[in-house]
């Protein structure tokens, strides 16, 4: 059995004093069976990360710290990046890699993705990699397509063992920001493509991978998404920042 995983990307959103108040929060509102049901993980900036570090290890918060982004590199003349190991060290425990946001706004390729990936692992972080198709593609037919690319090369040369405990977030990017999620069969019809897929190229690694999706999750379409069978967690950006929103989709099986 697949621990779903719910994801919280507050994108550029909180600074280090929201954070605090919004994990806090966040914790009143969850009890030990909702941890117990599901993973919880918030991906905060970088700003706010060391603040985060601090309460939750001094209130045992079992909720995961994840970063939004990182280099490949540990250490360099790199102005303005942040390293796998300075995450490491702040005990963060799971990166996204290769948001939409960081592919379309900011230029980043399949290949740039993969050495992120491979340097999160070998700091022993788990990289969510992100993948989706835009809204054209989808129009085109190529939603697949577009997709199984966005893994082959992001995942290229990652160990089936290292593959089964990654993360694959689905999101495609026009149900980003939106309000148009993506409908619950939808989803299910591309997270079943990527296990497939993920299966194919590094057999006996897609029965443990968790998948998640992404855009446009609230508290009303998240029971509806999260009973589709590859549908293995979710992850949210606005709805994220509310904590007694968030807690409601982490609640989804009492929403049902
Ligand atoms: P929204 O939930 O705001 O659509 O954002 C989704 C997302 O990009 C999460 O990474």
New binding site residues.
């Given amino acids: 059995m697949r621990k779903p995983l719910i994801s919280g ?1 507050w994108k550029m959103h909180h600074n280090h004093f929201e954070a605090i108040q919004t994990i806090q929060r966040l914790a009143y509102a969850l009890s030990s069976s909702d941890y117990e049901n599901v993973d919880v993980s918030v991906h905060a900036p970088f700003t706010d990360l060391r603040s985060l570090q601090t309460v939750i290890e001094a209130d045992d918060i079992p909720i995961s710290l994840g970063a939004q982004h990182s280099h490949w590199e540990n250490k360099g003349a790199f102005t303005g990046e942040v390293s796998p190991e300075m995450l490491a060290k702040l005990n963060v425990s799971l990166v ?1 890699v290769g ?3 960081r592919r379309h706004i900011f230029g980043e390729t399949n290949a740039d993705i993969n050495k992120k990936v491979h340097a999160i692992i070998a700091k022993e972080m788990t990289p969510i990699l ?1 993948v989706g198709e835009m809204s054209e593609e989808r129009e085109e037919g190529r939603t697949l397509e577009v997709v199984e690319k966005q893994l082959e090369e992001g995942l290229s040369q990652v160990k089936p063992s290292e593959v089964a405990s990654i993360v694959v ?1 689905y ?1 495609p990017v026009w ?4 309000g148009k999620n993506a409908t619950p069969e939808d989803a299910q019809e591309v997270c079943k493509a990527i296990r497939e897929k993920i299966v194919s190229i590094w057999k006996g690694a897609g029965e443990d991978l968790r998948i998640q999706y ?4 609230k508290g009303v379409n998240a029971p509806d998404l999260m009973k589709q069978n590859d549908v293995d967690g979710l ?5 994220s920042l509310d904590p007694d929103e968030f807690s409601r989709i982490i609640k989804y099986r009492l929403l049902d």
Avoid: F, K, Q, R
């Fill in positions: 990307n996204l948001h939409s946001e992100c977030a999101e149900a980003i920001g939106t992404g855009g446009s999750v992850l949210v950006g606005g709805a």
